[in-house]
């Protein structure tokens, strides 16, 4: 899932309005056409499609930048600025960009540093010190938890992944019961995790981006794996 993470200790991001603002403010369709070359869906929460406990009823954020001005207005901010701190990474730089341009039309300055790996995980993951990052967070097995639970949940503040630094015992008490939940309960109890996150805006859940892989067009069997993980006993030549 390619989200916009948002630092919750660092004024005014720690207004949950400035924070709603900013994801009004994102032409999600703008991101899938200008930097991903068409490839994507908009994304509508922080859960990717292709895992247990997705569930299509969570309600994200349209494109509505005047919603997003007045929000800031009732904020008592009639401009802002902020640096978005990423890695290296060409299609990273594009999101960026265009993410700058759609903020830009909300009186939002957004100011791009482009860090090296080193010093991106330093500065995100170890010391904290950024306001907003751009990033693809993929699942470690298909579940809801794999994606959910390491960004959000308390016990995982700082550099274990929740870089949002969210200290919300409701939430975590929420993903906690949500990863006890059984099978035909799990879909309800993750919706309304996710619903949580996006009420509170702690990040902006952007594309659900492809699954895919290249191969040689004679090789037969191979279906892009969410994971990674490929049967080679599958495989064989045309």
Known sequence: VLSLNMNVEVEPLDDVDVR?????????????????????TVANSSVSPTCDGYSESV????????????LLKEAGYDSLEFTVKIKEDSKIQKVAQVIQSDLKKVNIDMEIEILEAGAYTTDVYSSGDYEMTITSWCAMFTDAYSLLYSQFHQDCYGSTGNITHVKSDKLSAMLD????????????AYAEVAQYINDDAYAAALVFEPTTITTNAALQGV???ALGIYQVKNFSWK
Request: hydrophobic share 30%; aromatic share 6%.
């Open 20 to 40: 709603r603002a900013i994801n009004y403010a994102i032409n999600k369709e703008n991101i899938i056409q200008g930097a991903l070359e068409g490839q994507g």
């Open 59 to 70: 309600k994200g954020y349209e494109y509505d930048p005047e919603k997003a001005k007045a």
């Open 177 to 188: 019961s949500a990863a006890q939940a059984s099978e035909d309960k799990k879909e309800a």
């Open 223 to 225: 279906e892009a794996d």
